[in-house]
Structures are given as C-alpha cells and as structure tokens.
C-alpha cells in the first residue's frame, strides 16, 4: 500500500513538472553528438572494427531511432546527399557554419568567438525572447564560441563557465557534480551532467529554442576506444528516445516543437576512424534527423542537403524569413 501510495505521489510531481511548459508558439531541439560516422549511425558497428567489441554485442546502435522514430520523421544523409557547411570537417568551423548558415574562415579550433550574428541571436531579437527562452547546452568548451557573438542575449550552460543561469538548485547541484566529476579529456564536462542539465532545463523553463550539444563520442574516437566510441552512440540513442518520449509528455509545447538531430563531421573510413579534418571528402558526408512540427513523415530521403539549410529552416518554422533555401519536406501550413 505504502509502495502504491509513493508510486502515485511520484506519477503526480512527475506530471505536474511535465504540465508546467505553456504553449507560446513554435519551438525548437537542436541536438548535436560530436563527430559521429555514417557507418555507424545508419549501419552500426564497423565490420572492420568490430572484433574490438564483445563477440555478443548486437551489430545495430541507433536501435530505438530506427525501430521506432526513423518512420515518424525525415533521415537525410544515408547516400552522399547530405553534408556539412563548413570547408573543414573540424568542429569548431562546422558549428559556426551551422550556428550562421554558411561557410566563414575559421579552419581550426582556435579562430575564436564567432563574428556575427547567430540564428539563436537573431531569433531572440527578432521574437523579443528573454535570454532564457533560448538556451545552449554544451559538454565541450568550444561550443561558446559558436553559439553566439554576444553570450548575454541567450542562456549557456557550457563548459566550464555559465551566462545567464537560473538558481536553479537542480542544476546548480548537476554542475557542481559535473566539475567535480571531469573526464580524462580537457575542456569538457561529461555528456551525462550536460543532458540531464538540458532535460531539466526543458521540462521546467519549456524554452523557445534549446541546443543540446555532446561530445563524448569525438572524445572516444581521438582516442582510438572504439568500445567506448559505440557505448556512447547506443547512451545518445537512449537520450534521443528520452527527448522524444518528453515531448510527447508536454502537450501542446510538445506537438509545436520540431526536433533536428545531426553532427559536426564524420571521421575517416574503416581503421582510419579515429581522425577527421584531412582533405578526404567521407568525412563531410553527415545525416540528419528532423522530426515534429512541420517535419513531413517519409522516412529516408536522397534529396540533396546541407547544414546550411539549417538555420533558414529554423527561421521559417519560428514563423521570420528565412535566410536561405529550408530543408525539403519541412512545411507549415
Ligand atoms: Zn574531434
């Protein structure tokens, strides 16, 4: 009886959290994992690679995204028809490129804060957002230089520094763990404190746009720990199935937002996994996951794309002009 009564009590908070977002028009998840491969993504584990792995260990990784949410969306990318925009398949260049709608000079890591305007930006002043109605997530460092020339106008909570954070005593406390609890690689908090700061940050503050940006996997990959690459591709499918499941929790809020799904740049082929930023053209080659508001439900598609196509098609989904051509298969009635 006690057991049902708690069961209960939880089902009501649990509720009463998820039925806090008020519908105040479209919104948007942009979730970004950090140089993850085709192979893997569309395929699974890497026939080349995979004697790495336990001989029981299941050949398919984005399990729930293919049995269950690959139909009810879009997939870009499973031929060479999608890519990044950026002329480099290094991180920060591609996430300047995204987070602007084109190709600028940055050629490393090291170019700087971004020197104009994002679509996080220009959404904000264009729809007179609050800086907390637009709020970045980042696990890697490198991230606050793309998000926004200008960090008080949106909410980052990217490693290692915080603008505009709520004292939220919930996500005060994940980033106090998180700083405690680093990884043996620099400049980043561990994905885990990042998402669960991002879901509860959605479920309680319902933002206009939120970013969600990990980066575990990149990490594993420089490495060369193919485990521990694939162990991070089958966590960001169980997040992906949690975002999804969430919105479909928080009514309204939920039925107006469209979520993207993509990354920053593959890698190389077969053993040369481990790298990327070299001339070779595979690792430009990415894919793409929309679905929600606006998102036509067809599946994979070959239609030609790119990254660029990103922030005009965010832009036409807040309902301002688009930048540039939108996504095929995106359209609001
Ligand atoms: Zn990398």
Redo the contacts with the bound molecule.
């Keep these: 009886m006690k057991t049902l009564l708690f069961l209960i009590l939880g089902l009501l908070l649990c509720s009463f959290e998820l039925n806090a977002c008020e519908n105040k028009g479209p919104n948007i998840i942009l979730f970004t994992l950090d ?1 993850v491969r085709r192979q893997e993504f569309f395929k699974g584990t890497d026939p080349i690679l995979r004697d790495q792995l336990p001989s029981n260990e299941p050949t398919s990784i984005f399990k729930s995204l293919w049995s269950k949410q690959s139909n009810q969306g879009i997939i870009f990318g499973s031929s060479d028809h999608y890519q990044i925009a950026s002329h480099v398949s290094v ?1 920060l260049p591609s996430y300047q490129a995204l987070f602007t709608g084109h190709a600028n000079d940055c050629k490393d890591n090291h170019c700087g804060t971004i020197q104009e305007k994002t679509f996080l930006e220009t959404i904000a002043q264009t729809l007179k957002l609050p800086a907390k109605d637009v709020a970045a997530f980042a696990s890697w460092e490198g991230l606050k230089f793309a998000v926004a020339s200008d960090a008080s106008k949106i909410t980052e909570v990217i490693y290692p520094e915080i603008v505009n954070f709520p004292k939220d005593p919930v996500l005060m406390n994940l980033q106090h763990q998180a700083m405690k609890d680093l990884p043996t690689w620099h400049e980043s908090r561990k994905d885990q404190y990042t998402f669960e700061m991002g879901m509860h940050y959605l479920k309680n503050y319902c933002p206009r746009i939120l970013y969600l940006s990990l980066v575990d996997s ?1 990490e594993y ?2 490495i060369g720990d193919y485990p521990g690459y694939v162990k991070s591709l089958r966590t960001y499918d169980s997040y992906l199935e949690k975002i999804i499941q969430t919105l479909n929790l928080l009514g309204d809020y939920g039925k107006q937002t469209t979520l993207f799904v993509t990354t920053d740049h593959s890698r190389g082929d077969g053993l040369k996994w481990t790298i ?1 930023g070299t001339d070779d053209p595979v690792e430009k080659n990415v894919f793409l996951f929309m679905k929600g508001r606006g998102v036509h439900p067809i599946g994979l598609t070959n239609k030609s794309a790119t990254h660029a196509n990103i922030r005009p098609s965010i832009e036409y989904l807040m309902g301002i002009k688009p930048t540039g051509p939108v996504l095929p298969h995106l359209s609001i009635q």
Aim: glycine share 34%; no cysteine; aromatic share 0%.
């Design positions: 140089g991180s990149d990959g420089h990327h």
